[in-house]
């Protein structure tokens, strides 16, 4: 094989794969895990889904940001259903300004639009 022909070669599977990497990580950028998660915040998802969760722990602090730190604006009763929308670093948004840690709930039914 003559010395052009195999840059020409390489140049040409090196085009392929990075086009194969960006797709992918376009693809992979609306990914946000399993269909059962709620979108993550800030994702790139054409409508907003909303799931219907039951709250599983007693007295569940609900804050004013998705952080554990955050200011605690309210609580919810064990088995109080609530609608989230996003998740974000382990919270899940149920209102502007009110964050629940997703281990205290459990998605119950169908996320809609």
């Avoid at 020409?8 to 085009?15: D, E, K, Q, S, V």
């Avoid at 709250?55 to 064990?78: C, E, F, H, M, W």
Wanted: proline residues 5%.
């Amino acid at each position: 094989m003559s010395r052009a022909r195999g840059i020409t070669l390489a140049c040409a599977l090196a085009a392929a794969l990075t086009t194969a990497t960006v797709t992918t990580a376009t693809a992979d950028s609306h990914i946000t895990g399993p269909a059962a998660r709620s979108p993550q915040a800030g994702s790139a998802a054409a409508a907003e889904v909303y799931c219907p969760y039951r709250v599983k722990a007693d007295s569940t602090p609900v804050r004013s940001a998705a952080r554990p730190t955050a200011p605690i604006v309210g609580s919810l009763a064990k088995g109080q259903l609530v609608t989230g929308s996003t998740t974000s670093n382990g919270f899940i948004k149920i209102g502007t300004a009110k964050w629940v840690v997703g281990t205290a709930l459990v998605r119950e039914g169908q996320c809609r639009s």
